[in-house]
């Protein structure tokens, strides 16, 4: 469901209170831009190189994530992705999202889900929140927590 506020249009309804949030803040923020995009490599299962023959192929996607701001006391970047129901945080989504972790070690990505408590598929035991504790991403349940934007 897309969601308009002040012009710009929002995935959801999570995106957009988030935006207000660091809206109200003091923190300089930008939402889906250049600062948020990154490249990055998935391996191919039963792909080989066509020039030399190995198997150890992967194709270049490209991502983007819906919130960056620097903080307050460290002037480290924060990246932030939002996240709603359970339904959109697919398998192939959380691979994305462990695959940037090992390929951009450097940074910082964090999650909020609209609820955390969310397991991230019918019948699973594990929850969104515990998903990313278990790949050490911090997260947040609904808004980004002020005390990230003091760090």
Known sequence: MRVVYNGISFDSQLECNNYRLLEKSKVDFEYNSERCKFQYHRP???????????????????????????????????????????????????????????????????????NWNTKISRGAKTSNRDWAERYNFPCANKYIPTDWFNE
């Open 44 to 114: 191919l299962q039963k792909g080989v190189c066509h020039s030399c023959g190995d198997g150890h192929v992967s194709s270049l996607h490209n991502y983007t994530c819906d919130f960056v701001f620097k903080t307050l006391n460290s002037g480290k970047y924060i990246h932030v992705e939002t996240k709603g129901n359970g339904h959109c945080f697919k398998p192939e989504t959380r691979t994305k999202h462990i695959l940037l972790q090992k390929q951009y070690p450097d940074i910082d990505l964090r999650f909020v889900f609209s």
